[in-house]
């Protein structure tokens, strides 16, 4: 089974740091995707990558940004991490064509 | 533009089957459906997926109307672990790679 893997369960960091979300996936997928989830506003997107230094944005890419430097690493980096980007980040990762998504088990994001 | 509507809630008792409604009366020809469930606290799990003939895999079955306006997923024998928000989506399979939730429908397995 494709697993991907996101570093951390839970992380609290303060206003202002710079935070790094990590994702890593096992099965050679040649897309990878950014989402964070609210309350009420389900699950947006922020970034997505078809290939190695390849990224596109999403609907919510203010204040995000985002590496892929290898095929089966995909970064999420907050520049400068603000209370309003507390929430759930999901990372996700696809071959593509009519396949489906796999996720990861998210990030729990608080920003204090 | 939502591109799905679904009921925000449903109930079902356990071992009775549970039918997912979801319109999606502006589908275009090459769009497929897609069905994904989120347990509490956990990623999103893809279920199944179909363009036009009904679909079935250990997980569930998706029946699409012949117009292709609207679909019912169909969990045969609902169980408490079933208890989950469930996604359709519908997108273009080649080109379009970003897949977009909507509110989904949370539905609750009641013994």
């Known amino acids: 089974d494709v697993k991907v893997t996101q570093s951390s369960r839970y992380l609290v960091k303060r206003t202002g740091e710079k935070v790094f979300l990590e994702c890593v996936q096992d099965m050679d997928h040649e897309n990878m995707f950014w989402y964070r989830q609210d309350p009420g506003l389900g699950l947006r997107l922020i970034y997505f990558?078809?290939?190695?230094?390849?990224?596109e944005k999403g609907d919510i890419p203010e204040g995000y940004s985002v590496s892929r430097e290898k095929k089966e690493r995909f970064s999420l980096i907050l520049e400068s991490a603000s209370t309003n980007q507390t929430s759930m980040y999901l990372c996700?990762?696809?071959?593509?064509?009519?396949?489906?998504?796999?996720f990861g088990s998210g990030t729990r994001l608080t920003v204090v | 533009d939502a591109k799905t509507t679904q009921p925000p809630s449903m109930d079902c008792a356990e071992g009775r089957a549970a039918n997912l409604p979801c319109n999606h009366s502006?589908?275009?020809?090459?769009?497929?459906v897609y069905w994904y469930r989120q347990i509490h606290s956990q990623g999103p799990q893809y279920i199944i997926h179909g363009l036009k003939n009904n679909e079935t895999n250990e997980m569930a079955s998706l029946i699409i109307t012949e117009d292709r306006k609207s679909s019912t997923l169909i969990l045969p024998h609902a169980t408490l672990r079933d208890t989950a928000v469930y996604y359709c989506i519908v997108r273009v399979s080649q080109g379009d790679n970003d897949m977009r939730f909507g509110a989904g429908t949370r539905l609750t397995v009641k013994p």
């Open positions: 502006t589908i275009s020809g090459n769009e497929y």
């Open positions: 990558s078809y290939d190695v230094k390849m990224k």
């Open positions: 996700a990762s696809s071959t593509g064509g009519t396949y489906g998504y796999t």
